[in-house]
């Protein structure tokens, strides 16, 4: 299974989505448990059910969520490789200004991996490399694992501030059997710049996570072991339904797609063939546009079925980009 659904750690969620479809795969963020969750000596809920179905878990620090705090920092339009060097330096002034603020949040999540040890199977490092700098992230590592938090079990995550030799060292070291490199809208999703990781990443039977990238198609040209997003949520916000055909919507005029997608002005050919898919999944039309949960779930339900199972490409080489 190559999809991990991230999921916010609610009760709505627990209730009204994981209590009816249940993903292999989990990732939650630190960031979102309730306040009173992390005071609590207990173990959260969401990480209880998650234990009892057996899923494998995910833990991120969501401290790329808390930079997003302070405003005007990074260029929306650009990648942060592609920024100017001193815009990079400017960055890294500013948000160090807040490098207690920052240093906290490290120590509560440290705190909170070392409380419910047993019930992740994995936690991404805090990677505060493009804005609070290399060497902070490498503090924050250290921090964790000198709490006692097996070395294994943490995934790092290379960014590009970071260089080619820095992720050939982390596949070569031996004590990381899980990396993961940064995805979104870096690098386009270029797969020759992620095939290139990759290869190091097979040389050396380590396995590779992506991170906000659960594309078809490059699942299909990138031999990496697992990605993780929260695309299936769109059918709560915008009201689109994901089908083996392609998208279609159920929302009001203006809002999610164009009406050119809408279920009610496409052809009845492909009506026919979405209404198949649909009652093969245990949904029917009127459920997917009256209730917005359904379009989650069946949403969740696609991911799982056709993306966390597209059949791993062939590693492939790669000579250029770095």
Not at 139 to 159: N, P, Q
Not at 302 to 317: A, H, N, W
Request: with cysteine; glycine share 6%; net charge neutral.
């Amino acid at each position: 299974m190559r999809y991990v659904a991230a999921m916010l750690p609610s009760d709505w969620y627990i209730d009204n989505i994981l209590a009816y479809v249940h993903p292999p795969k989990l990732l939650f963020s630190f960031y979102y448990f309730k306040p009173k969750e992390l005071k609590s000596n207990e173990i959260p809920r969401v990480l209880l059910i998650s234990k009892e179905l057996n899923s494998e878990v995910f833990i991120d620090s969501g401290i790329y969520t808390l930079k997003t705090q302070q405003k005007g920092l990074f260029s929306l339009t650009i990648a942060y490789w592609q920024m100017p060097e001193e815009e990079k330096k400017a960055v890294v002034s500013k948000c160090m200004e807040k490098y207690d603020e920052y240093s906290a949040f490290a120590n509560r999540y440290i705190d909170f991996l070392t409380k419910i040890e047993g019930y992740y199977n994995w936690a991404f490092d805090l990677d505060v490399d493009q804005f609070l700098g290399i060497d902070v992230a490498d503090e924050f590592y250290e921090r964790i694992v000198s709490a006692g938090i097996e070395r294994r079990k943490i995934i790092r995550i290379w960014h590009s501030s970071r260089s080619f030799d820095d992720w050939v060292s982390w596949c070569e070291g031996g004590q990381h059997p899980y990396l993961a490199i940064e995805g979104g809208f870096e690098h386009r999703r270029n797969p020759t710049f992620y095939n290139k990781m990759v290869k190091v990443a097979r040389d050396n039977n380590v396995k590779v996570h992506v991170m906000a990238i659960t594309d078809k198609k490059f699942f299909a040209q990138v031999p990496v072991d697992t990605g993780d997003s929260s695309t299936y949520t769109e059918g709560g916000r915008y009201g689109v339904v994901r089908t083996p055909w392609g998208l279609v919507s159920f929302g009001k005029a203006g809002k999610g797609l164009s009406l050119t997608r809408h279920y009610d002005t496409i052809s009845e050919h492909r009506k026919e063939a979405m209404d198949a898919y649909f009652a093969k999944m245990g949904y029917d039309v009127e459920q997917l546009r009256e209730e917005y949960k359904e379009r989650i779930k069946i949403n969740l339900e696609y991911f799982i079925k056709y993306i966390g199972t597209i059949p791993m490409p062939e590693v492939r080489d790669v000579y250029s980009l770095f």
